[in-house]
């Protein structure tokens, strides 16, 4: 029985007896107090008056003190009825059977990820998981949270493993479990799920790097830490000793790289076009997008004049990922690298770039070991005598998003041509931040999202937009003709980027390239024209590996 009606139930039976006491005792009061005789029947309709706060019949005056005071506190008592007790006792019954009643027991599908307790870090893997066309069942103890999650449409059991073991039918179900609660609560569902059978493969993410060999011990498959995961990220936007004088840099499929390079002040492409630029052709990359205003283009014009700081992202190799950098951003800074925020992310960027070997200074509210300048990231003179405008990177390494906002604004204020990268905890901010001046913007959500894709689907998905993708497909309708004859981009929107060929992955190509029999081509492309190529050339899909 839930908690409220068992409340409703307490007060149907509370109430009728609070009446007859009360009467009884008005009985009593106006035949010692007052010398006057009410009957019983009397007594309880001037209880039920007075307690429902709706009037008097005919008595309404009294003479005695003690009488008087004892009517005050019954009409006390009667406020409280309507103040409190309908409110408490009576709305939140209402409340329940509105709402609906939240499932309690594992679903009738089978083949589900399920996902225990949600939360920022797994918002895009779910969204991910659901285009993909998977299942996704999540198993949550907050009931507000499971409620809201309902009310969206998503496939949810509420119950609370504090007081009940999980439900057996649901473990052995699902064909992958990913574990997101806090460290010891995951530590306990991955053990109790071991124990109820289940076989498949278990993902648990853990706030403290100590506490992934304990899960490992209770059953894990694996376990990663999103927070340092994602500092790394942070690192390398920020330095150019990782990223090869390109910020972003990441690789695919082994011979294939992704960067995000921004227009420098000083180069050739600020102030041109794509198309004048010719970029593909002097530097073999491939642009398949670019930031404007913290949104993500997948199509950029390429008629568009390149303004200063903006992000194309590009894809090629890593000579001719390099080269593009070269042509966005001619000049290597300079400099320490300067950390706003030493929470367990800001420290950990510290860490890592000092291991790196470069210079940095970190800028934190609080005095401590590892803080260099104490001190308010929102003041600019604060910012200026950190060094912000000599440093080559600011990393905003804070906690929430609304300082982080708020922090990206006064630091490009204060220092116009330095690039700033943000640390975003909700996926949903990154344009926001972006549209305050940050350069680059990395969301907890994609980084986890991007590593437990990779682990559950197979598939490389770009952490710059989860509606980016890099497929391949066959070379179906596309024999013996050049890449520039099969007008691949006109017709889908998708770029090759590469061509596998025998043993091989070509990453130099041009538009002069012609198509064998047996290449299969790596597309990036936005889903929907992925879609649109199978459409357009049925029969060229095939499994990713």
């Not at 800028?363 to 000599?390: F, S, T």
């Amino acid at each position: 029985m839930s908690s409220s009606r068992r409340r409703l139930l307490l007060l149907i039976g509370a109430f009728p007896l609070l009446l007859v006491i009360i009467a009884l005792l008005y009985m009593s009061a106006m035949t010692h107090l007052e010398g006057e005789t009410r009957g019983f029947w009397q007594s309880l309709e001037w209880a039920a008056e007075t307690l429902t706060t709706t009037g008097y019949g005919r008595d309404a005056h009294w003479r005695n003190p003690a009488m008087i005071l004892f009517v005050v506190v019954v009409q006390l008592v009667g406020m409280s009825v309507a103040f409190l007790v309908i409110p408490v006792f009576v709305m939140p019954y209402f409340e329940e059977r509105f709402q609906g009643r939240l499932p309690h027991t594992a679903p009738k599908f089978s083949d589900f990820v399920l996902i225990y307790r949600f939360g920022p870090a797994i918002s895009t893997l779910v969204d991910l998981l659901e285009r993909a066309g998977h299942r996704v069942v999540i198993l949550e103890e907050d009931e507000p949270v499971a409620r809201r999650l309902h009310e969206r449409g998503r496939t949810v059991v509420y119950a609370n493993l504090r007081d009940d073991e999980p439900d057996a039918e649901l473990l052995i179900r699902a064909r992958a479990i990913i574990a997101n609660g806090d460290d010891d609560d995951n530590g306990a569902f991955v053990l109790a799920a071991r124990q109820a059978g289940f076989k498949g493969e278990i993902i648990a993410m853990a706030e403290e790097p100590l506490h992934r060999r304990p899960m490992m011990l209770a059953g894990a498959t694996a376990v990663y830490t999103p927070k340092h995961i994602q500092a790394a990220a942070l690192v390398s936007l920020a330095t150019e000793r990782i990223a090869q004088r390109v910020a972003g840099l990441r690789q695919l499929r082994g011979k294939l790289r992704i960067a995000e390079l921004r227009v420098d002040a000083g180069s050739e492409l600020a102030g041109s076009t794509l198309r004048k630029s010719d970029l593909r052709r002097r530097s073999g990359a491939t642009v398949i997008g670019r930031w404007r205003g913290g949104e993500f283009l997948e199509h950029p014009d390429p008629d568009e004049i390149l303004a200063v700081r903006s992000i194309l992202v590009v894809v090629g190799s890593e000579r001719a990922v390099t080269e593009a950098g070269a042509m966005a951003t001619p000049l290597q800074r300079e400099g320490p690298v300067l950390v706003v925020g030493y929470g367990d992310v800001g420290a950990k960027v510290a860490q890592i770039l000092r291991d790196m070997g470069k210079a940095v200074r970190v800028l934190d509210r609080v005095a401590q070991d590892g803080v260099d300048i104490v001190g308010d990231a929102l003041d600019a003179a604060v910012l200026k005598r950190a060094g912000a405008a000599e440093a080559c990177a600011v990393v905003l390494a804070v906690g929430n998003d609304a300082t982080t906002l708020f922090a990206t604004a006064v630091a490009r204020d204060a220092v116009a041509d330095v690039p700033i990268v943000a640390r975003v905890q909700r996926s949903e901010n990154v344009q926001r931040i972006h549209l305050a001046g940050a350069d680059f913007g990395l969301s907890l959500a994609e980084v986890a999202g991007e590593i437990l894709a990779h682990k559950l689907l197979g598939e490389e998905w770009l952490s710059l937009a989860q509606r980016v993708k890099l497929v391949r497909v066959g070379a179906v309708g596309l024999v013996g003709k050049s890449l520039r004859e099969g007008r691949i981009g006109q017709r889908t929107g998708c770029a090759v980027v590469a061509i596998e060929r025998e043993d091989d992955v070509l990453v130099e190509i041009s538009d002069g390239m012609v198509v064998q029999a047996d290449d299969r081509l790596c597309l990036c492309a936005a889903e929907d024209d992925v879609e649109r190529y199978y459409v357009e050339f049925p029969g060229s899909r095939i499994a990713v590996s």
